[in-house]
């Protein structure tokens, strides 16, 4: 089965390939020049994922398949959230959105609570109208200031447990891939695409139920 990447950024889309690469009987194709991005307008993660596979399959005529991640801080109420690409502004960058990240903790106070997590929904759309999706999470702190020079947008300010006070910016991309949001939701995904491509009759009946930390699935259920 062909499948094409929605997203256009390299570091997603070396970590996505790593992942699914490995699944006998998937070939990975790029996002073709001149699709144009759709508008992120959904109020979750499933929603957001949902829109950008099912526009890229429909423009393409192939299964296609789309993540989408937040950083939820629990002294911030969840955010940044849905909203993490944008959180300082629509043309913000990464530097600008791990400042206002700080800024907005310290000002929360919130007693040194410094708790959050990372979640990512990978979906693929069918042309024939069915979706498979997993989600996978990881969780964390939030550092004090940035640290590292490796990965991509909140990196060097997250230190996910279990990884010795270092930030995801500190680890290759082998380490991180290995306890990340990302990671986790694309393994999660992966079974399901091998299970599915090689028992195309089995459908959602036979769906496996995804690892700790993640979670697999086909239907409408809203995450948050
Ligand atoms: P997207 O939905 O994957 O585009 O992610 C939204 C935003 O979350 C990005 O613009 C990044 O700022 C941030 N983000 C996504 N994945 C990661 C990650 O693996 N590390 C750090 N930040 C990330």
């Known amino acids: 089965m062909d499948l094409v990447l929605a997203t256009a950024n390299p570091h997603k889309a070396e970590e996505i390939a790593e992942i699914l690469g ?9 996002r073709p020049d001149g699709v144009a991005e759709v508008e992120e307008t959904g109020t979750s993660l499933l929603e957001n994922a949902r829109l950008k596979a099912r526009s890229l399959c429909r423009a393409t005529g192939l ?19 849905v909203f993490s690409a944008r959180y300082a502004g629509e043309s913000a960058t990464y530097a600008d959105n791990v400042a206002k990240l700080l800024t907005e903790l310290a000002a929360a106070g919130g007693g040194g609570d410094r708790r959050a997590r990372f979640s990512t929904v990978a979906l693929v759309a069918l042309p024939d109208g069915t ?79 995804g690892r700790a930390g993640e979670q697999a699935g086909a239907g409408d259920e809203p995450l948050r």
């Open 63 to 81: 299964p296609a398949v789309a993540d989408d991640t937040g950083l939820m801080v629990d002294a911030l109420d969840g955010a940044p959230g």
């Open 131 to 209: 979706e498979q999706w997993a989600e996978g999470t990881v969780a964390g702190a939030i550092a004090a200031e940035p640290r590292g020079d490796q990965g991509f947008g909140y990196d060097p300010v997250f230190v996910p447990d279990g990884a010795h006070g270092r930030t995801f910016a500190e680890m290759s991309i082998e380490e991180k891939d290995a306890c990340s949001h990302r990671g986790r939701a694309f393994r999660a995904l992966a079974e399901v695409l091998a299970h599915d491509l090689a028992d195309p009759g089995a459908g959602a009946a036979a769906r496996p139920v």
């Open 22 to 30: 490995s699944v006998a009987g998937l070939t990975l194709r790029p």
